[in-house]
């Protein structure tokens, strides 16, 4: 669990009961931190790419 009460792994708040292992996190539950992972990465590839033109 997380400082503000919420997953890691889902980013739901956290209630008595919830876990679930590493295979569940996939497909039919919603990612917060994956989406912000690849849009991180996604700005950061293309900002090498906008670099890459002015050098
Ligand atoms: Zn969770």
């Known amino acids: 669990m997380q400082d503000d009460g919420t997953c ?3 980013g739901e708040q ?3 009961g ?3 292992s590493d295979a ?3 497909a039919d539950e919603k990612a917060p ?3 912000k992972l690849m849009v991180v ?3 950061l590839y293309l900002g090498f790419r906008l670099v890459d033109v002015f050098i």
């Open 8 to 10: 890691p792994v889902c």
């Open 14 to 16: 956290v209630i008595e």
């Open 33 to 35: 931190w994956h989406f």
């Open 18 to 20: 919830h876990a679930h």
């Open 24 to 26: 569940e996190t996939a």
């Open 41 to 43: 990465a996604l700005v």
